[in-house]
């Protein structure tokens, strides 16, 4: 008999770095399931309607991770699978940009808040603007092993702050183990993000999660994910207009792109730079679609047409 159990990781119990020194707030076996429920990024120091500059950031306790989750069985070499089974975004959610961070640090060298109800399908961002809620876990992982304490972001070997807007209920996401029992955590739950998360946040939120865990043995690789048909409902279908950067530095050509995307929401939407900026970020993919012409990058920022009604 295949053993299967449901848990439920105790809400109370959040942390906001990786670290060894955690007692597991559960410990599973292969097969089982955990819901989540996980408190936003910036919880108490950002709230719905806040300005920024009434906002306290803590870069030491900004993330509200759950877990750590630990494996029975699990040690280095193998992998984790984790199916995405159900993901419910909360009642509201910001984004942000902040001074000497985002792509384009130098052009907006302050600081910028968006707060939103979401509810629906939706968020009315702006006057024929609306993006579609399509919510993820920005982090997701094992702990990356060396240090045994270090900030949540950025991304490891194990996965963590991948931000990886693709993982949505449906697909599964497959991570090494790099320590003994896994400890797996995830948080910094989204209910949109474009490719790139150009302005350095996405729509932040609370999120109810549901995940599965499944121990595959000796299958250690770099972090992977599968998206099966239907899993997420493409952006591209109503189609979508693109600016383009093209230069011999990758992150020249990006702000290029970004930069002409944001002039374009301007002109052609009545979007202030700063929520041009954010729209890039929640809604717009920043994509790469040309590596090899003797050295120059053709980097894309694309944005759906399908959040202009």
């Avoid at 994509?287 to 959040?307: H, K, S």
Wanted: glycine content about 10%; hydrophobic content about 45%; aromatic content about 8%.
């Amino acid at each position: 008999m295949v053993h299967m159990t449901r848990h439920l990781a105790d809400p109370a119990r959040i942390h906001h770095e990786w670290n060894l020194d955690l007692e597991p707030v559960l410990t599973v076996e292969s097969g089982d399931t955990v819901d989540f429920q996980i408190k936003a990024a910036g919880d108490r120091q950002v709230w719905l309607g806040a300005k920024f500059e009434e906002t306290a950031f803590d870069f030491e306790t900004i993330y509200n991770l759950g877990g750590p989750i630990r494996v029975d069985g699990a040690a280095p070499g193998d992998l984790l699978q984790v199916d995405i089974v159900e993901l419910n975004a909360g009642s509201w959610g910001w984004t942000a940009f902040l001074p000497g961070m985002g792509l384009l640090a130098d052009d907006f060298d302050y600081g910028y808040l968006r707060t939103y109800e979401l509810a629906g399908d939706v968020i009315d961002f702006a006057p024929n603007v609306a993006v579609p809620i399509r919510p993820f876990l920005g982090t997701m992982g094992n702990h990356p092993g060396e240090p045994a304490r270090s900030l949540p972001f950025p991304p490891h070997g194990g996965g963590g702050n991948m931000d990886n807007r693709h993982l949505t209920a449906g697909t599964t996401v497959y991570l090494p183990v790099l320590v003994d029992g896994a400890y797996f955590s995830c948080g910094d739950s989204h209910a949109a993000q474009g490719d790139g998360e150009v302005c350095v946040s996405a729509v932040e939120c609370p999120m109810d999660a549901t995940l599965r865990f499944t121990l595959l043995k000796g299958a250690s690789s770099t972090p992977a994910f599968a998206v099966p048909a239907g899993a997420v409902s493409s952006k591209d279908s109503q189609g979508y207009f693109a600016t383009m950067g093209i230069d011999a530095d990758l992150m020249t050509g990006a702000r290029l792109a970004t930069r002409a995307m944001i002039t374009k929401l301007q002109n052609d939407h009545g979007l202030s730079a700063e929520d041009a900026y954010v729209l890039c970020s929640i809604a717009g993919d920043l994509r790469i679609l040309e590596i090899v012409d003797a050295g120059i990058w053709n980097v894309a920022m694309t944005m759906p047409l399908e959040v202009f009604r």
